[in-house]
């Protein structure tokens, strides 16, 4: 009968069976088959390591398959500054309205030609010749007063000689009786009495005369000072009429120049239209001498003087033209930048100009023979203005250079590379990390 076993007790169960103690048999050879494995294990672990790291170094090559580029170029740059401008005519003249009037006639249009003296409009001057018509009849007033103060002062002067002669005969009398009065004293048939009234009346007769002479000559100083008056205001009145004719002509309106109608106000265009004094009527301008107004950029403001070449677009054509004008200082675009405003004439006037119209200006700001260039692109800026691939073999390598004049269609390299080295031009944003990239041609 077996016994039951307690779990707890460590110690084994007692069995009918003895229980025998197994141990490991060793082979020979076995130490050498061990090691060989671990070796073997080892040189594959290795190898893959190797194969790994491989790839690995593979994996950290950039390819770059869709790309341009190009070859370095030698040649003649030019940094030329392009601008926009209007054409203008300088020479031109504004007609205005002389008077305030109503329009009568337009006898131009605009574009027309037209010679010095011409009339080209006409302006109703309805009051200014009823002005001259009243002015006419003060003359006419004036003119006959005074020759009615003239008659006047000759019938009182023939009156005043008369008087002269009476007073003349009176003194004459007075001085006889006087001489008969001093006779008869001598001799004692005239009183003293008698004596004193005859000299009285010399002496009276005598102050008659010399009264009629300065009223006579006050007289002639008044009548010469009211005729002065008169005549002066016959004279302003003239003066005021000569105007005013002169006003009258001048609603007849004519081109005070040669030249081209080059604009037209609308108020000139209406017949009976009422305008003021000074209102611009036309334009006339000398065509010949047109110029165009261009604004250089700051930055470029020192490369330009009077003199200076510039070429001109017109439409199609392109023109040689000269610089004659330099502002003094800068001024502000339309776009609101600084730029130095400039003026440029013609070498030869080309036909079918338009005051107003648009032109396109180029000048040369600097100019360099000899130069190492490539087109440019967008490598120059995903470059960082500083570095460039330079493929060799199917491996760009990142190079830095200088660069020199920026022209929109050119890049200078100074110095970096030299002639005939392919560069790639597009963008370098996505390997601009590498040091040196592979390149896929035609993939």
């Not at 007073?167 to 004459?172: E, G, P, S, T, Y």
């Not at 030249?259 to 036309?282: H, I, W």
């Amino acid at each position: 009968m077996v016994e039951p076993t307690d779990p707890r007790s460590s110690t084994p169960p007692k069995t009918g069976t003895p229980i025998v103690e197994l141990k490991p048999v060793r082979r020979a050879g076995s130490k050498r088959q061990t090691r060989t494995a671990i070796v073997t294990l080892v040189v594959f672990s290795i190898a893959g390591l190797g194969a790994y790291l491989a790839l690995a170094q593979r994996d950290e090559t950039y390819t770059v398959s869709e790309f341009s580029s190009t070859r370095v170029a030698r040649g003649r740059l030019e940094n030329v500054v392009q601008m926009t401008g209007s054409i203008a005519i300088p020479d031109q003249t504004i007609v205005s309205t002389p008077e305030r009037g109503f329009i009568e006639s337009l006898l131009v249009a605009e574009g027309n030609d037209v010679v010095e003296g011409q009339v080209i409009a006409v302006i109703d001057s309805r009051d200014l010749r009823e002005d001259l018509a009243d002015l006419e009849s003060t003359i006419l007033r004036l003119e006959r007063n005074l020759e009615r103060q003239t008659l006047e002062f000759e019938f009182t002067e023939a009156r005043r000689d008369r008087e002269y002669e009476r007073l003349v005969r009176a003194l004459d009398d007075a001085r006889t009786e006087l001489e008969t009065t001093e006779g008869l004293y001598r001799v004692g048939a005239a009183s003293d009495r008698a004596l004193l009234d005859a000299r009285d009346r010399v002496g009276s007769a005598e102050d008659a005369i010399t009264i009629h002479r300065l009223e006579r000559r006050e007289a002639h100083l008044l009548n010469e000072l009211s005729r002065r008056n008169t005549l002066d205001d016959i004279e302003q009145a003239r003066t005021r009429a000569d105007r005013l004719e002169q006003r009258i002509a001048a609603t007849v309106i004519r081109a005070p120049r040669s030249g081209r109608v080059l604009s037209v106000e609308t108020v000139a265009t209406r017949p009976g239209t009422l305008v003021n004094q000074y209102a611009a009527l036309v334009t006339i301008g000398n065509i010949d001498q047109p110029v165009v107004e261009f604004g250089v950029p700051e930055r470029h403001a020192s490369a330009v003087s009077v003199d200076g070449p510039i070429r001109i677009t017109v439409g199609t054509g392109t023109f040689p033209a000269r610089i004659s004008w330099v502002g003094a200082s800068l001024a502000q675009s339309d776009a609101g930048l600084p730029v130095l405003p400039i003026t440029a004439v013609f070498e030869n006037v080309p036909t079918g100009i338009v005051t107003g119209g648009s032109a396109a200006g180029e000048i040369t700001v600097g100019v360099v023979d000899d130069a190492l260039y490539v087109p440019r692109g967008a490598f120059l800026t995903t470059g960082g203005n500083r570095f460039v691939y330079r493929i060799v073999n199917d491996v760009a390598y990142k190079t830095e250079v200088t660069f020199g004049m920026v022209l929109p269609d050119k890049v200078q390299i100074i110095a970096g590379v030299t002639e005939g080295d392919e560069l790639i031009t597009s963008g370098y944003q996505s390997f601009i990390s590498f040091d040196e990239i592979a390149v896929a041609r035609g993939r």
